[in-house]
């Protein structure tokens, strides 16, 4: 049976970025086209020139991408001509592949918000296509509130999709603006609209208001529709748009889609997924959602035993994909619940070789939950526990001696008699025969010895200086008489590559001196620096 092809419309850029404290500069926008650009999507939507001046610069000049790179704004005003249209004329003159005009199609709408007639509104929308047409685009039209629109009046509705498509409009994409239409009402309604507009002609731009943007896409699709517009990582207003990150995986891995049609990601752009979900958290400064579908470090990882001696045997039973297909890895969890099938699959993970029946395996076993029960998570620390297995092996060098460091905070006036607080951190290390002093000001206690210890580690200083803390999470525990505190750290380097470490002790200094220790040796090992 021949494949048929379904096209991906990402609006991160534009959609996305009407998020709660997203806010995109011209760098940001460019670097993530790239990256979608890399992925292989097909539609780009950069955002809307004249709009902004971030927006109208993106558009000034051509940016070389690969996927079709899209303007999106409003169809002509009503009751003006297309020459004598600001706005439509910035959108026209954008260096553009595509545009993708966005036009009511909920006759309420056009009423109340647009305060102009019905016929009024689908001349706009014709009009507005057959410019841009003319001016050489590929042409959208986002029809907005479609799913309400139609519930309410389908046939001015669909007369509104009917008009773009006839003046040859590409797509017309159907958009579920409030997010609140369900799955089986997304399916029956593009169901009609492929009546009377070819599915391969017909979008579906779903929001999240019900959790079920990924569903109610893939509705559309099932019923008849040929592209998809989301988001990375589901970025969006309110609950956010349709996340591609679940979409995509989906679409490529799953055999109902996977059989029926192809898209634009080859199988090792797949591989790279994970990544640009991460990168893009790491662009907005937030921690990357662990429980992510496919993407997250949650989602192929393992805590009781007797699973993880069943993965060790036979990964399928556990897992719905091979998580190296979307650049993730599978996790076998070290926790209170461990037994040994968990640390010899994760001993195996991180490559360390050892005989199975080696009595260093119970050893570890043992000092794991011991230390588990003063207060430390393997499970959640997976680079501390990789340094605790090589440490019981014998296989970490002793590069460096932190002899002593000192945190000095202070709280007074600054010279214009305002209160300030004042951090600084000494650390005195030892490498090999060197005794460095580094001294560092931060925003607080923790950050202050971060980043005197990061400041000069002598011979090994180049190998962490792609090292940056991207989460730092403290908790405090009632461990018996007195409360202890467990400090997690999350690190990235120069690759994107991400760990987390830990430190657990009754003083929060101490066990975030613990964690940051952790990292940074982590970091050395995972280099391959030498001793
Ligand atoms: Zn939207």
């Known amino acids: 049976m021949a494949r048929e092809r379904l096209y991906l419309f990402d609006t991160t850029l534009r959609d996305g970025a009407q998020t709660n404290g997203v806010d995109f500069t011209l760098a940001d926008k460019l670097a993530i086209a790239r990256s979608l650009d ?101 042409v959208l039209l986002d029809c907005e509130h479609f799913f309400d629109g139609y519930k309410a009046n389908p046939t001015y509705a669909l007369a509104c ?24 009402e997304v399916e029956k309604i593009v169901g009609e609209v492929v009546k009377a507009i070819p599915g391969d002609h017909v979008g579906i731009h779903a929001h999240n208001d019900t959790e079920q943007a990924v569903a109610n896409s893939f ?50 752009q797949l591989k790279k997924l994970a990544l640009a979900s991460h990168a893009l958290d790491e662009r907005l400064n937030r921690a990357a959602n662990r429980y992510a579908a496919y993407v997250g470090d949650n989602a192929f990882a393992t805590k ?16 719905h994909i091979v998580p190296e297909s979307v650049g993730n890895r599978r996790k076998v969890l070290v926790s209170e619940q461990a037994g040994r099938a968990n640390v010899l699959a994760e001993l195996e993970r991180i490559g360390l070789k050892v005989n ?32 605790l297995a090589r440490r019981t092996l014998g296989t970490v060098p002793d590069y460096f001696v932190v002899t002593q460091f000192d945190i000095n905070v202070e709280h007074r006036n600054n010279a214009k008699g305002e209160r300030v607080t004042v951090t600084m951190a000494v650390v005195k290390v030892k490498v090999g025969e060197d005794n460095l002093i580094s001294a560092a000001e931060g925003n607080g206690p923790v950050n202050a010895l971060d980043l005197a210890l990061r400041k000069d580690l002598g011979k090994y200083q180049r190998y962490i200086d792609g090292l940056s803390l991207t989460d730092y999470r403290v908790r405090i525990l009632n ?20 760990w987390t470490t830990i430190g657990v002790s009754p003083n929060i200094i101490e066990a975030s001196f613990q964690a940051l220790m952790d990292s940074i040796v982590y970091k050395l090992v995972k280099s391959g620096a030498p001793a």
């Open 38 to 138: 890399d992925l292989g999507i097909d539609y780009v939507e950069g955002g809307y020139p004249g709009a902004n001046p971030a927006d109208t610069e993106l558009f000034g000049k051509d940016r070389g991408l690969k996927a079709k790179f899209t303007a999106f704004g409003m169809t002509r005003r009503p009751g003006r001509s297309t020459s004598n249209d600001p706005g439509l004329a910035a959108l026209l003159e954008a260096k553009a592949d595509a545009i993708c005009f966005v036009a009511k199609s909920w006759d309420y709408h056009v009423r109340v918000a647009l305060e102009t007639t019905e016929d009024e509104n689908i001349a706009s929308i014709r009009d507005s296509v057959r410019a841009a047409k003319q001016k050489g685009r590929e």
């Open 161 to 184: 999709a009917k008009a773009a498509f006839d003046e040859g409009a590409r797509w017309v994409v159907l958009c579920d603006t409030n997010g609140g239409t369900l799955p089986h």
């Open 219 to 268: 509705a559309a699709v099932r019923a008849g529709a040929r592209q998809i517009q989301g988001t990375l990582n589901g970025l969006g207003e309110r609950c956010g748009n349709a996340n591609l990150v679940s979409i995509i995986p989906t679409l490529k891995l799953k055999p109902e889609f996977a059989g029926r049609f192809d898209i634009g990601v080859s199988d090792a």
């Open 304 to 319: 009781a035993g007797i699973h993880a001696s069943a993965i060790a045997k036979e990964p399928a039973t556990y897992e």
């Open 356 to 387: 199975k029946d080696d009595p260093r395996i119970g050893r570890l076993l043992e000092i794991v939950k011991e230390r588990e029960t003063i207060g430390y998570a393997y499970e959640a620390a997976d680079a501390s526990f990789d340094l």
């Open 479 to 498: 461990g018996g008489t007195e409360a202890v505190t467990r400090v997690l750290i999350e690190s990235e380097d120069e690759n994107g590559e991400r």
